[in-house]
């Protein structure tokens, strides 16, 4: 899970070495910490939210999959 949300971001931003994804657990839910350096934090969120709501929506769906709970954050 955390692979997938590293080679979307990276594929995303203009600086790829400075996309971080941290993985905690809390409450059998996996949460996963996007960081990104400040000038990339438009690309990652997008207009509106739409890039990160479509990141969001393809981690959900392939948690699905493997039914386990998890979310998002973009720091």
Do not use: C, F, H, Y
Request: net charge negative.
């Amino acid at each position: 899970m955390k692979e997938l949300v590293v080679d979307i971001a990276k594929a995303l931003v203009d600086n790829p070495d400075e996309v971080i994804v941290n993985v905690s657990e809390e409450n059998d839910e996996i949460i996963l910490k996007l960081t990104v350096a400040s000038d990339d934090m438009g690309k990652v969120i997008g207009k509106q939210g739409r890039i990160a709501k479509a990141i969001r929506t393809v981690v959900r769906s392939v948690a699905n999959k493997e039914k386990i709970k998890v979310s998002l954050e973009i720091v």
